[in-house]
């Protein structure tokens, strides 16, 4: 198991109240890909894919009474350093480290290449 840095997860309440303006919740609209419930699997120590879906806004530390950061980027390194990271974010990273691009390599004359120009 990976070890959880994270001190201050050990007192969620499971409220909920962070759910309310986390914009992977209200997109996806489950309980199983919001903030509560990877402050419940956090508290177990249990690093589960669902830390991935998370745009680090922020917004659920800012809402939370108890102020608990979920640290889901720090979760996401322990996740790549045990290798469990997910494919997408394998492929990120190697086009990140060969191209200085996540998307790949840039081909002339596609239209996007003019933002990059
Ligand atoms: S992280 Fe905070 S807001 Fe979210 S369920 Fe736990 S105590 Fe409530
Ligand atoms: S930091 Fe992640 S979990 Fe928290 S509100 Fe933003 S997207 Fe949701």
Redo the contacts with the bound molecule.
Sequence with gaps: MIENKNQTVVN???????NLNCPIYSVLQKESAG??FK?FLAKKKEHKDVFWLCTNCGA?LQ????R?DLCCLEIRRQMVAAGKELPANKSMRANFQKFNNPLGELKKGKKFTKYYT
């Design positions: 969620c309440n499971l409220c909920g109240i962070c903030p509560r402050a659920c809402d939370c009474p108890a608990i």
